[in-house]
């Protein structure tokens, strides 16, 4: 007989009634890209292409959306989600192997990608160091959501 999962609170920043129709707030876009390598000279114009609203780009269903922040281990660098950064969850999100997850594992929320290997579902980190978390036939996992984004404060990094 399978152990009844416990009763999670519910994640920082999900308190109160969700707005349906979130604010907008449309920024420009530049028509350039940031060159990460070397600058190009031919790039001495830029002008404003579009506007961008990180709500219509982020978020597709946002009475589903929770923002989460990453905790302190880097379990997940390999997939490019550092310590602190926050996480964009959508709960409405059918769940697909190659996603990362939210899912509740031992009582708590772990992110981690899922992939299913021979018919079972396994949650891997993305640091070589961590083995992946193999879940048992008899168990049930629950996926509290997919995230979709994550983003980091650039500001003063010392990395």
């Known amino acids: 007989m399978p152990v009844p999962a416990p009763t999670l609170p519910l994640p920082p920043g999900a308190f109160g009634p969700a707005d349906i129709e979130p604010t907008h707030l449309a920024l420009p ?34 009475i589903a959306t929770f923002f989460m922040e990453a905790d302190t281990g880097e379990s997940m660098v390999g997939f490019g989600i550092y310590p602190g950064d926050t996480l964009v969850v959508d709960r409405s999100r059918n769940p697909q192997p190659g996603d990362i997850v939210i899912a509740i594992w031992e009582g708590g929320f772990v992110c981690k990608q899922l992939r299913k290997r021979a018919g079972r579902f396994e949650l891997h980190s993305g640091h070589p160091d961590h083995a992946p978390i193999q879940v048992p036939p008899d168990v049930e996992l629950e996926v509290w959501g997919v995230v979709t984004w994550s983003f980091r404060s650039q500001v003063r990094r010392m990395r």
Do not use: K, M, W, Y
């Not at 070397?38 to 292409?49: I, T, Y």
């Open 29 to 62: 876009l530049l028509s350039v890209r940031a060159t990460c390598g070397f600058p190009s000279p031919a790039e001495d114009f830029f002008g404003v292409e579009d506007l961008l609203d990180l709500n219509q780009r982020c978020i597709d269903n946002p």
